[in-house]
């Protein structure tokens, strides 16, 4: 039983566009809801993180929106560039008490010139 | 400040050989976790040290793997014997205190033939 759904699972996009990448949750219990970034033969990189009592979070180029009713929350890159090219996933914790996490299955994003 | 350092990178293994994983969290990061990506699936949560304490180790799949983390330092991850559905990427990853996002490793890609 998959807790996290995202999509898309690919997404290519022309430079200076918008990426969009969201995610549906099931347990409200949530409480944690951050993105990574991983580039090939790297491990996944913390990019970007929101907890629920905030609907959006800017930090440059991206930006988390968070619809807690929706249960989704979905990441935004402005400006896409070539080098935001990677794997992208989308997480949320389970248990504060472990700081577990349960991912997506990722999207990979390619930004052509 | 040195990362997660993982290795070794690659390992390739025939079935029912045992492997050992080793990974080093950055210095003072009391919690180390394991995470495993199967091919093109979501990255799944396998346990959590505190120290050299299990605090979680529900992710585990079956008692061929076997994780340690003797005097709170490095961490190794035994899998024996290994299985076919046993490859994927096995990553780690390090924090010193909970809710703040945690430190990943380039990760170890296991291939089981």
């Known amino acids: 039983q998959q807790q996290v759904k995202q999509s898309p699972q690919s997404l290519i996009v022309q430079k200076g566009g918008i990426s969009i990448i969201n995610c549906a949750y099931e347990?409200?219990?949530?409480?944690?809801f951050p993105w990574y970034q991983q580039f090939p033969g790297k491990g996944p990189a913390l990019l970007i993180a929101?907890?629920?009592?905030?609907s959006e979070k800017k930090e440059g180029r991206f930006t988390i929106s968070f619809n807690k009713s929706a249960k989704q929350f979905s990441l935004h890159i402005m400006d896409s560039q070539p080098g935001d090219s990677a794997t992208y996933f989308c997480?949320?914790?389970?248990?504060?008490?472990?700081?577990?996490?349960?991912f997506g299955t990722g999207t990979r994003l390619q930004v052509f010139p | 400040e040195a990362g997660v350092t993982q290795f070794p990178s690659h390992s390739v293994i025939e079935k029912g050989q045992t492997v050992t994983l080793r990974c080093d969290p950055i210095?003072?990061?009391?919690?180390l976790y394991w995470y495993r990506r199967v091919m093109g699936k979501e990255i799944k949560f396998l346990l959590h040290?505190?120290?050299?304490?299990?605090?979680?180790e529900s992710g585990m799949p079956n008692n061929r793997f076997l994780a340690e983390r003797t005097g709170g330092t490095y961490s190794t991850l035994k899998v024996q014997p290994a299985e076919l559905e046993d490859s994927g990427v096995y990553f780690c990853?390090?924090?010193?205190?909970?809710?703040?996002?945690?430190?990943f490793g380039s990760g170890t890609r296991l291939t089981v033939v």
């Open positions: 990853a390090s924090s010193q205190d909970l809710g703040y996002g945690y430190t």
């Open positions: 347990n409200t219990a949530f409480d944690y």
């Open positions: 929101i907890r629920p009592d905030v």
């Open positions: 997480a949320v914790r389970t248990d504060g008490g472990t700081d577990k996490l349960i």
């Open positions: 210095s003072g990061h009391d919690n």
């Open positions: 040290f505190v120290k050299e304490s299990k605090q979680d």
